[in-house]
T-cell receptor, first 114, second 113 residues
């Protein structure tokens, strides 16, 4: 079945630093989503990508849908303490068996030191 | 606007008891998803509905799990009988269509003793 590899697993950075995380898939996806989850809450959608090559920003966050359709990255610029949380990528592939079915990465735990 | 609503937020029960988790999707959304999250396995899709019809239940662990969606504004996930290994956070999510972005509820933390 489809698998998503998300890296890194965790990051511990200084406030103000930029952050980059990525996901790769074993097969082609037609949708990439990035979520953030804070303790005790559900994942919150950050950015949605629907076209290969698409680059989308949301404030200090920027995400791209890879040209090969098998990868995506998320960048956070000038990190602040409230960026702390777990970031998940999620993808949905082609084919009736996959339509609407999101596959989630394992998550990247981000800690920011003030 | 109200997001996805789940109840209860926390549930503690004893092994063998029936557990019912409830979800109200965002109004106007046609797809509803049930997920389970654990440290070991991460986020797993259990089942999803399009227009109240179950489309894919291949993620439902076993016959002890069942889900219903009697109308567009309500869904339940039932575990009967519950076991300690069912302890997890259960999320409900909804979307305008199955291929669109999903919005998650706050989750129900289930503990089976």
């Amino acid at each position: 079945g489809q698998q998503l590899n998300q890296s890194p697993q965790s990051m511990f950075i200084q406030e103000g630093e930029d952050v980059s995380m990525n996901c790769t898939s074993s097969s082609i996806f037609n949708t990439w989503l990035w979520y953030k989850q804070e303790p005790g809450e559900g994942p919150v959608l950050l950015i949605a990508l629907y076209k290969a090559g698409e680059l989308t920003s949301n404030g200090r966050l920027t995400a791209q849908f890879g040209i090969t359709r098998k990868d995506s990255f998320l960048n956070i610029s000038a990190s602040i303490p409230s960026d702390v949380g777990i970031y998940f990528c999620a993808g949905s592939g082609y084919g009736s068996s996959n339509t609407g079915k999101l596959i989630f990465g394992q998550g990247t735990t981000l800690q920011v030191k003030p | 606007d109200a997001g996805v609503i789940q109840s209860p937020r926390h549930e503690v029960t004893e092994m063998g008891q029936e557990v019912t988790l409830r979800c109200k999707p965002i109004s106007g959304h046609n797809s509803l998803f049930w997920y389970r999250q654990t440290m070991m396995r991460g986020l797993e899709l259990l089942i999803y509905f399009n227009n109240n019809v179950p489309i894919d239940d291949s993620g439902m662990p076993e016959d002890r799990f069942s889900a219903k969606m009697p109308n567009a504004s309500f869904s339940t996930l039932k575990i009967q009988p519950s076991e300690p290994r069912d302890s997890a956070v259960y999320f409900c999510a909804s979307s305008l269509a199955s291929y669109k972005e999903q919005f998650f509820g706050p989750g129900t933390r289930l503990t089976v003793l």
